[in-house]
């Protein structure tokens, strides 16, 4: 199958294709095109460049798309999301509202325990039909690689559960999607008080199951106050490590607490949310494999303080963006929003935003060599927008639908 994309009025996300990820300066980097055009074999960009340059007339073999003067940009990446759920937690968004904090809920039972047991009640088919339409609704905002996490089982049967719906997504869609097992996201109810029998629990029983069927590429743990300290956190990751699941870690969203320091030990390709993060925790993060990933919309949602993105940028460090999209904290998916939330509210450029959205997003989910910037020899999962004045305006116009098409190789 042959395609050529004709006439965009700008091509953007240009990269080399041996750059897996961007830091520091680097950031503000992105080459464009105007007036260009973009060849695909075999879902692979093949060729791009200005139309001056078309290198001839499409033969009957080739699909030719006319963009009518619109942008083509690579996908949106989103590297963190909690994608299967059961129901909404709309009392919480008034309990937040009328002044409880995140932790106050949680220790009344609510959150994430709200969620495991609306989802223990769900069949795979109503999680899998829920997720789909969740999955579609991101696709249709640009988004074309998704990572999605289990976490809402918290236990056995129902973490197996979460993540066989996810593989059933990932053969009913050509949204590219990885898998990640996050058992450790809070203590099940049935361990109330018993939080080292849980920790053994994903490490004895979870962790070996969900390898023997290959659910999963990652393991993830919320290392955070009130949650799992950096030694239970060691220990599973060490456990997932022994089983083949790279680690992940969401880190320093309620405090400094740790997670950073065991994520970098670790080698975990993601340390994300960041919210409270230090500058110690900043420190540790030079110089590694380690990308800070952030999630603007979920300060947006519960109204805390932004990850200090600027400070890490300015530092030299890369930093990626996810919508953490999640029935709890952030209700949404959209990553556009989330872009214009790190121009906002971070104080991101627009082309930092992007890059942090698309190729270093596709880093955080161990797929930069495939994903996330335009190359010759990359996948074609492209967005292909109305016609638009500049890059800058995509952020900008933050409640605007501006995709016309999708891509997805």
Not at 253 to 269: D, F, I, M, N, P
Request: overall charge negative.
């Amino acid at each position: 199958m042959r395609t050529r994309i004709e006439h965009i009025g700008i091509l953007a996300g240009i990269q080399p294709r041996e750059r897996m990820r961007l830091q520091g300066k680097e950031m503000s980097e992105m080459g464009v095109i105007h007036n260009a055009f973009l060849d695909i074999e075999d879902g692979r960009i093949t060729a791009f460049g200005a139309m001056c340059d078309l290198p001839g007339a499409a033969d009957g073999q080739m699909d030719v798309v006319d963009a009518g003067g619109g942008c083509v940009l690579p996908c949106w990446c989103d590297p963190h999301t909690h994608l299967v759920y059961a129901g909404s937690r709309e009392q919480e968004f008034v309990d937040k509202i009328r002044g409880l904090s995140y932790t106050e809920i949680a220790k009344r039972g609510g959150g994430i325990l709200n969620s495991a047991d609306l989802l223990h009640q769900w069949s795979d088919d109503q999680l899998f039909a829920a997720a789909m339409t969740r999955l579609e609704e991101l696709r249709r905002s640009g988004t074309g690689c998704v990572e999605v996490k289990s976490g809402y089982g918290l236990n056995t049967e129902d973490e197996l559960k979460m993540l066989r719906v996810i593989r059933r997504m990932q053969l009913s869609s050509k949204v590219r999607i990885v898998p990640t097992f996050l058992g450790a996201h809070a203590v099940g109810r049935a361990f109330a008080g018993r939080q080292l029998d849980y920790v053994r629990l994903v490490v004895e029983e979870m962790i070996p199951a969900v390898a023997r069927e290959n659910l999963a590429e990652y393991v993830d743990v919320f290392c955070d106050e009130g949650f799992f300290t950096p030694e239970e956190t060691a220990r599973i990751l060490e456990a997932g490590a022994r089983h083949g699941l790279l680690p992940k870690i969401h880190a320093c969203e309620l405090a400094s607490s740790g997670g950073v320091r065991v994520g970098v030990e670790h080698h975990a390709l993601s340390v994300d949310h960041l919210e409270s993060a230090s500058d110690a925790d900043l420190a540790l993060l030079q110089h590694s494999s380690t990308m800070p990933t952030l999630l603007p919309g979920t300060s947006f949602f519960l109204n805390m303080p932004y990850a200090p993105a600027r400070r890490m940028i300015d530092a030299g460090l890369g930093i990626a963006l996810a919508s953490d999209c999640n029935p709890g904290s952030t209700p949404s998916s959209d990553m556009k929003f989330v872009v214009s939330l790190a121009c906002i509210k971070m104080r991101l450029s627009p082309v930092e935003a992007i890059n942090a959205a698309t190729l270093n997003a596709a880093y955080a989910m161990g797929l930069g060599r495939d994903y996330g910037s335009v190359a010759v020899g990359k996948k074609a999962c492209l967005q292909l927008t109305v016609p638009i004045p500049s890059i800058d305006y995509i952020p900008y116009a933050y409640t605007r639908p501006l995709v016309r098409r999708t891509f997805l190789a």
